[in-house]
């Protein structure tokens, strides 16, 4: 009987012990875990470095596009103040011929790529015109200027070296286009090197993005102090045109780069490798590695860069490594999970053949029957587990697929739409937060007084918005006084809101200013739709606007932000009511 209960106690410990080994233990768990741990982490820093260097590479190689395009527009100026030089040398005038022999000696085509030309514009008086023109037809009879234009003054050029692909531009008046002649005039004022705004070149036949390149020269060659003897002394500038694609052909070989570049003046565009490159020479990425956007100041104007890598940068800086890695550690991983799985089974064999060894014995039997019940049910447990591990990963399998296929081929139009449609909503949301976040600051910010000239400020504004010459604006010329930055956030507004609900793409703007027993009082006149009396109080509400809002770009805070930026300071708005014809916002403004 000891016997018997000694054996039944043995095989009762054998199979406790069996029983362990049937199921992997916390040890073996951790094992796995700390391996899969250090695979992702060897995967995660190899990638990490991978993309470091990169990212280090796209810096480096975006950074020397735009150095190169800087250096070259240096260049260029150099060459211009040699022609500022030059003219000096010869006692502040030159002749046709002198002009010729000049340019000639720069060899322009040779040492400076991408610029059409260098030539001389002269200021000319109205009452000097006369004598000017019969001057220049010594040499040139049919010399001419044109267009006709309003300004009070003439920017003739007068030579231009290569004159044969030139010829158009001989005699062109440059005070007839806005652009030009804000740019001629920045260079005048400053005595610097100016640049304009983009402009179709007469010259060019395709009408491509180029702009001008000013350098101004005075007499007796030196620049005078003052802006008002500037404007007396000036005699002319020597300027070069530009081609925006020709120019960055001579600075930029695309067949050598591994980048697309765009470069924009505010909202135009100046050029882009996609529009202007040949097709072969295009590698676009539709999904880029690197991204790059920087405005860079060049000669009174800002140039925005937006550089991307292409298809070649990506085949470049491709790199397995990372992808051995996670690859070669997921099989250890997997094997090593493996092999523990195989010892919990030969234990569990082992049990088995243990049970058979006590069938003799019927309390041994109810305990087997018992145990392999729990082994089929942690079968069945281990089955489901697998089963419901694997069904995720085969869907985010699937996933992976079709955004691969999504991604080789083109949206549907719907689908852009959408897209389009996204975009304008959530450029709007972030008008509006801006917005909000500055309505929300007024009372938060303290302001001085300080005079400022409203015909000045105006004139800055229409210039930021880009309509100064399709809007007139009539401003009195007085100084007053009033804090600069509150009065410049309220007049941009008004005069925004008079051009964007304007019924055409021009018209006219009136400030009138008159001082009031305890301030002063502002009148906002446009010759627009006008707003109806019974919609005054919803116009100057927050989030209001009297069209769709698909068919405005505002937010609907416009009004409501002046309106309490004026009540901040004591004063208050309101709208001109019985107007049959556009729309006057009156403002008074108390004193300090």
């Known amino acids: 009987m000891d016997g018997l209960n000694e054996a039944r106690l043995f095989h009762r410990e054998q199979r406790s012990k069996y029983l362990r080994g049937t199921r992997l233990h916390w040890a073996h768990w951790c094992v796995v875990f ?46 211009l103040w040699g ?20 340019a000639s000696s720069l060899r322009i085509e040779q040492v400076f790529p991408g610029i059409n030309g ?37 920017w003739p050029i ?20 806005a652009n030009r002649y804000s740019a001629i ?28 390149f000013y350098t101004p020269f005075y007499r007796n060659g030196t620049k005078p102090a003052s802006l008002s003897e500037r404007h007396r002394e000036i005699v002319g500038v020597t300027y070069a045109p530009f081609t925006m694609y020709k120019l960055m052909e001579g600075i930029l070989d695309r067949r050598k780069r591994q980048l697309l570049v765009k470069i924009s003046d505010q909202s135009e565009q100046l050029f ?17 590695l690197f991204r790059r956007q920087e405005e860079v100041a060049m000669y009174g104007r800002a140039w925005t860069f937006d550089i991307e890598s292409d298809l070649s940068f990506r085949e470049s800086v491709a790199n397995s490594q990372p992808a051995f890695i996670l690859t070669g550690g997921l099989i250890i991983d997997s094997l090593l999970f493996g092999f523990f799985v195989y010892l919990a089974r030969g234990n569990r064999r082992a049990l088995s053949y243990a049970e058979e060894l006590t069938v003799a014995l019927d309390s041994l039997k109810e305990q087997s029957v018992r145990l392999e019940k729990s082994n089929a049910d942690l079968e069945q447990f281990t089955y489901v587990a697998s089963h419901d ?19 080789q081929d083109v949206l549907p139009e719907e689908s852009k739409k959408h897209l389009e449609l996204l975009t304008t909503r959530c450029t709007r949301m972030m008008k509006l937060l801006t917005d909000l976040l500055e309505y929300a600051r007024i009372d938060r910010r303290e302001y001085s007084d300080e005079p400022i000239i409203l015909k000045d400020l105006t004139r800055d504004i229409l210039f930021l918005l880009g309509v100064e010459d399709r809007f007139i604006c009539e401003v009195p010329e007085d100084p007053i006084l009033i ?22 793409d021009h018209g006219k703007i009136v400030i009138r200013s008159e001082i009031g027993e305890n301030g002063r009082f502002f009148y906002v006149e446009d010759d627009g739709p006008g707003i109806p009396d019974d919609l005054h109080s919803k116009a100057l509400e927050m989030f209001q606007t009297l069209k769709p809002r698909d068919q405005v770009e505002g937010s609907g805070m416009g009004l409501a932000l002046v309106k309490k930026l004026i009540e901040y300071h004591g004063g208050y708005l309101s709208l001109e009511t019985g107007r049959k014809v556009g729309t006057c916002i009156v403002i008074f403004w108390p004193h300090v």
């Open 272 to 288: 882009d490798d996609i529009v202007n490159a040949r097709e072969e020479e295009i590698n676009q990425d539709p999904d880029p």
């Open 483 to 504: 804090p600069r930055s509150v009065f410049d956030v309220v007049l941009r507004n008004l005069i925004s809101n008079a051009i964007k609900h304007h019924h055409d």
């Open 83 to 102: 022609g500022v030089a030059f003219i000096d040398a010869n006692g502040g005038d030159v002749s046709y011929d002198d002009w010729f022999s000049y």
């Open 118 to 154: 260098i030539g001389v514009i002269y200021n000319i008086d109205p009452s000097r015109l006369d004598s000017f023109l019969e001057q220049q037809r010594v040499a040139r009879p049919d010399f001419a200027l044109h267009p006709q234009h309003t300004q009070p003054e003439y």
């Open 34 to 79: 700390l391996s899969i741990i250090l695979t992702v982490s060897a995967w995660y820093i190899s990638d990490q470095q991978v993309l470091q260097r990169s990212q280090e590479k796209f810096t480096r190689e975006s950074s020397q596009v735009i150095e190169l395009v800087k250096e070259r527009m240096g260049l260029y100026e150099n060459a």
């Open 158 to 177: 007068t030579y231009i070296e290569p004159e044969g692909p030139n010829k158009r531009a001989v005699g062109l008046d440059v005070a007839f286009e």
């Open 185 to 212: 005039n920045k260079a005048r004022d400053s005595g610097k090197a100016q640049i304009t705004a983009p402009i179709a070149l007469v010259q060019d036949a395709s009408s491509t993005p180029g702009f001008l």
């Open 389 to 407: 591990l694997k069904a995720p990963l085969n869907s985010i399998k699937q996933i992976v697929g079709w955004l691969e296929e999504d991604c």
